[in-house]
């Protein structure tokens, strides 16, 4: 069973840095994509970040040149029950990057694809989330 833990958030002073990590664990998947959505009250979740197996990533035009994505893949058996972790190296962070930051994971598709799908059925699983507040 596929599971992502969220941790990294917290508040911060606008211009600070922050990090973000979601350890995944049981993927038996080779052609996946992890990343993050984000979302505030009474507003739709929006994607900020995705990243394949390969590395190939891809980024919202609101976090373009601010934030970057990576992944952390290790296999730990013969039988690719693998051990991921998704990253999200946050800066120059505004008040309005303050949301719930959720990861998440989709099957079969690439980051541009799932950065693009809608959050409502997109994604194959999720995270709880994590909260970043950032102040003026």
């Known amino acids: 069973q596929v599971r992502l833990v969220e941790s990294g958030g917290g508040s911060v002073e606008a211009g600070g840095s922050l990090r973000l990590s979601c350890a995944a664990s049981?993927?038996?998947?080779?052609?996946?994509?992890m990343g993050w959505f984000r979302q505030v009250p009474g507003k739709q979740r929006e994607g900020v970040a995705f990243?394949?197996?390969?590395?190939?990533?891809?980024?919202?035009?609101?976090?373009?040149?601010r934030f970057t994505v990576s992944l952390e893949h290790i296999k730990i058996t013969s039988e690719d029950l693998s051990k991921n972790t998704v990253y999200l190296q946050m800066s120059a962070l505004k008040p309005e990057d303050s949301a719930m930051y959720y990861c998440?994971?989709?099957?079969?598709?690439?980051?541009?694809?799932?950065?693009?799908?809608?959050?409502?059925?997109?994604?194959?699983?999720w995270g709880k989330g994590t909260t970043v507040a950032i102040s003026s």
């Open positions: 998440a994971a989709v099957v079969g598709v690439t980051a541009l694809q799932a950065l693009g799908r809608d959050p409502h059925y997109g994604m194959d699983y």
């Open positions: 049981g993927f038996q998947y080779r052609n996946y994509c």
């Open positions: 990243i394949d197996a390969d590395g190939k990533t891809s980024y919202a035009d609101f976090v373009k040149g």
